[in-house]
């Protein structure tokens, strides 16, 4: 049977086996898009709004988050938590846990390089003029962040498209376990491998209509974004 | 390329991840302190690939003229099963292989059996080393290799955490193993890929009348070495090939469990796949194997790095000369 007509009739009749990795893959990116997004604009933001020694450096290191490669998160989270790591006592290898830890790893600095990045790019009389008409520290900071809100709504989503079509942390600290920790992309490697095209081009299919769900969001973000006036 | 054009790239670019570039430019323009460093990262490398872009488009025809120029020389593409290559043999094969003869250039496809044999389906490989007989009859019978040989044994074994909770040292045989494996709902971490070692272990379940499943039951479609450091991490049992988990051995607290059962015997045959681009040097690969030089560095490798045979040659069956270059060249000629 061609491959592409099997990846057809797989999404058709809503394949289980398809199903199961598209929803453990969501719950997983999803859940560490939660956290990755508690820790990412606070972050961002007050980095951005502060002044401090070593700030330089502190910039530097979550602009890296923009190029963190996954396999090197893989590797490291791999370390902590095996059995001869120092989380090892957890045992949380090979679970969804630690997939999705390592997801936030790559998200998190991801999300806050980008909020870092658009709320500086308000220009400070802003702020300024805020805080003329009496608004408090809290009250501008707020206003601040709103400004930017566009921006972090696609740093969210970008951050998103990251980690649900990443492979090479989630193969090492997940393992590729059948019904626990397979994903859609460590199954598009594992059905290619196994020479069962159609699969891997059923899961492919749905992993690259997200790709373009989220960069539709991100685009329409965009426009809306552009044409808002400076100060609502 | 004026300024104008170059805003408006990064508009587009940037503009997906990063809402308001305007700003950040002013921003940019008026306090450099602020100067947002991923940014202006993105926005001349933004800048310089698209002018790159251009060059990009000449690259068909350098490769092509590339291609020309060396036509001669097409490596000889081996589709090998992961054990041989987690243990560490090809690494010591293939130079000495080349050695033997140069003209040819080895790249090593390090796969699951299955995989290996859809490669050579695709003719994606021009020779396969792999260990499933019963598939590999088939392939050839389906006429998608035109000689398969054996080229050496090494045997199966049940590896488990030391303390041996399901109490598989006491079974007598692979089958009863694995029973008490399932019996005691033990964790099990099945290779789960259609690779040589996880087509025996299915047979060895189905022999015994089994079918597994339920959560002890893992499997995580992954190659020999990378499945044992899970069985590892887990403390779970595994049937394994003994060359990759002795290779592997000082770092794993796996024990071998059961062994010596004739039902675990594991046999690597070499094949040389039919229509392939490189009949000579598969020819030429699979002849080696089997003669005195190829056979002594098999039996060596294990000796010389683990103070153990890991793999035994096998007596050969069929014409073996290491001086077959001439005979290979008059085999790959087309009629």
């Given at each position: 049977m061609n491959p592409f007509a099997e990846a057809w009739e797989l999404l058709w009749s809503g394949d289980l086996y398809v199903a199961d990795v598209v929803l453990r893959s969501l719950y997983i990116s999803g859940s560490a898009l939660v956290f990755a997004t508690a820790i990412g604009i606070p972050l961002g933001t007050v980095v951005a709004l502060s002044r401090f020694r070593l700030r330089t450096p502190v910039v530097a290191l979550i602009n890296t988050g923009l190029a963190l490669p996954p396999v090197v998160v893989g590797l490291t989270v791999y370390i902590l938590l095996s059995r001869s790591g120092p989380l090892g006592p957890l045992s949380l290898l090979y679970s969804p846990v630690a997939m999705i830890l390592a997801q936030v790893v790559l998200a998190g600095p991801y999300i806050a390089a980008v909020t870092l990045a658009a709320v500086q790019g308000v220009p400070p009389d802003v702020r300024l003029q805020a805080r003329g008409l009496g608004a408090s520290r809290w009250q501008a900071t707020r206003l601040h962040v709103r400004e930017v809100r566009a921006s972090l709504v696609a740093a969210i989503a970008a951050g998103f498209g990251a980690i649900i079509s990443e492979v090479g942390a989630v193969m090492i600290v997940g393992g590729n376990i059948l019904g626990q920790t397979r994903v859609m992309t460590t199954t598009i490697v594992l059905e290619t491998r196994r020479g069962n095209f159609g699969v891997a081009i059923a899961v492919g299919f749905i992993l690259l209509a997200l790709a373009f769900a989220v960069n539709l969001l991100l685009t329409l973000l965009n426009a809306r974004g552009m044409r808002r006036p400076l100060v609502s | 390329m004026g300024p104008a054009k170059n805003g408006a790239n990064h508009k587009y670019i940037i503009g997906i991840a990063v809402a308001k570039t305007d700003r950040l430019r002013t921003v940019r323009e008026t306090s450099p302190l602020d100067k947002p460093a991923g940014v202006t990262v993105l926005t001349n490398a933004t800048g310089r690939m698209?002018?790159?872009?251009r060059l990009l488009a000449l690259l068909p025809v350098i490769t092509g003229a590339a291609a020309c120029g060396r036509f001669e020389v097409v490596p000889l593409l081996v589709g090998s099963t992961t054990s041989v290559h987690d243990s560490g043999l090809l690494d010591e094969l293939i130079p000495a292989f080349e050695d033997a003869h140069p003209s040819v250039s080895v790249r090593v496809l390090a796969v699951g059996t299955g995989q290996a044999l859809a490669l050579g389906r695709r003719r994606d490989v021009d020779v396969l080393l792999v260990h499933a007989p019963d598939v590999e009859r088939e392939f050839v019978r389906q006429g998608y290799g035109l000689q398969r040989a054996p080229v050496m044994r090494n045997d199966y074994v049940v590896a488990g955490p030391p303390p041996d909770p399901a109490a598989v040292r006491e079974s007598g045989s692979a089958i009863q193993a694995l029973a008490s494996v399932?019996?005691?709902?033990?964790?099990?971490?099945?290779?789960?890929?259609?690779?040589?070692?996880?087509?025996?272990?299915?047979?060895?379940?189905?022999?015994?009348?089994?079918q597994p499943a339920g959560d002890w039951y893992e499997e995580v479609g992954q190659a020999m070495g990378a499945t044992l450091l899970m069985a590892n991490e887990r403390r779970a049992y595994v049937?394994?090939?003994?060359?990759?988990?002795?290779?592997?051995?000082?770092?794993?607290?796996?024990?071998?469990?059961?062994?010596?059962?004739?039902?675990?015997?594991?046999?690597?045959?070499?094949?040389?796949?039919?229509?392939?681009?490189?009949?000579?040097?598969?020819?030429?690969?699979?002849?080696?194997?089997r003669s005195a030089p190829g056979k002594e560095r098999i039996r060596a490798f294990g000796l010389k790095n683990f103070g153990e045979s890991l793999f035994s040659p096998l007596p050969a069956a069929g014409p073996v000369d290491v001086h077959a270059e001439d005979d290979c060249r008059e085999i790959a000629r087309p009629e």
């Open positions: - | 698209l002018r790159y872009s399932a019996a005691a709902r033990e964790r099990f971490v099945s290779r789960g890929d259609d690779s040589g070692t996880h087509r025996r272990e299915l047979s060895l379940w189905r022999a015994g009348g089994l049937l394994t090939d003994r060359a990759t988990l002795t290779s592997m051995g000082d770092g794993l607290d796996l024990r071998v469990l059961l062994a010596g059962d004739s039902a675990l015997v594991n046999i690597y045959s070499v094949i040389e796949v039919a229509g392939a681009a490189n009949p000579v040097g598969a020819c030429l690969f699979s002849r080696w194997l």
